[in-house]
């Protein structure tokens, strides 16, 4: 038996280097994650937080939380905190 791709939506906060919201899960609900999305995108780039890179709002499909957290390990490690700091040492 498959099971249907669950959605989540992660708003990443640059500035500092966490999550800016808990993971917000909508299980195989895709029209109200991408509504929800949509309302995250307007919000923050009302703001200018989306087009300054400072929030990223990203919308992932998956089986579990968990294989986000490992394939998107950046957002929940600390790394992605990190990266804007070595982007600059090349």
Do not use: C, Q, W
């Not at 919308?59 to 950046?74: C, M, P, R, W």
């Amino acid at each position: 038996m498959t099971r249907g791709i669950k959605h989540f939506l992660i708003v990443f906060d640059h500035a500092a280097g966490r999550l800016a919201e808990p993971v917000a899960e909508f299980g195989e609900d895709s029209e109200r994650a991408v509504a929800a999305y949509g309302e995250k995108e307007r919000e923050y780039r009302d703001n200018g937080l989306v087009d300054r890179g400072l929030i990223e709002i990203v919308l992932i499909g998956s089986d579990s939380l968990d294989t986000v957290k490992l394939t998107h390990a950046n957002y929940f490690d600390g790394s992605a905190a990190v990266s804007k700091y070595l982007a600059g040492l090349r």
